[in-house]
């Protein structure tokens, strides 16, 4: 295989360990009691719900109030798939390292012999 080839690869690798990098910097920052606590609780789960009791709230029926309301619940759950992204991103790239040091590792053994 040519050295472009073993280049990509060795991109693909690179490119892995930086979503696994990331993956874990979000576990590390979810263990945190503050993110716990201000994201977790009150915005994914509290402000969420205040949120949908607020977009049938009489107060709160002219259009540029249910605009921003729906906004804001998009927000939250914008926040809440980005975190999920990360994480699935995370576990796809340990499934594509592993497959790219073996073949990394198969192309280097063919070029030893």
Same mark, same amino acid.
């Given at each position: 295989?040519?050295?472009?080839?073993?280049?990509?690869?060795?991109?693909?690798?690179?490119?892995?360990?930086?979503?696994?990098?990331?993956?874990?910097?979000?576990?590390?920052?979810?263990?945190?009691?503050?993110?716990?606590?201000?994201?977790?609780?009150?915005?994914?789960?509290? %402000?969420? =719900?205040?949120?949908?009791?607020?977009?049938?709230?009489?107060?709160?029926?002219?259009? %540029?109030?249910?605009?921003?309301?729906?906004?804001?619940?998009?927000? =939250?759950?914008?926040?809440?798939?980005?975190?999920?992204?990360? %994480?699935?991103?995370?576990? =796809?790239?340990?499934?594509?390292?592993?497959?790219?040091?073996?073949?990394?590792?198969?192309?280097?053994? %063919?070029?030893?012999?």
């Amino acid at each position: 295989m040519s050295l472009d080839a073993l280049a990509g690869i060795e991109r693909d690798i690179e490119a892995a360990k930086a979503a696994i990098e990331l993956g874990e910097a979000l576990q590390r920052f979810k263990q945190n009691r503050d993110f716990k606590t201000i994201i977790e609780q009150e915005y994914i789960n509290k %402000e969420a =719900v205040r949120l949908v009791s607020a977009i049938a709230d009489p107060a709160m029926q002219r259009t %540029e109030s249910q605009s921003l309301i729906q906004k804001q619940m998009i927000a =939250v759950s914008y926040l809440n798939d980005y975190f999920r992204t990360l %994480e699935w991103g995370a576990r =796809v790239a340990e499934s594509n390292l592993r497959a790219s040091e073996a073949e990394k590792d198969l192309i280097q053994e %063919e070029g030893d012999e």
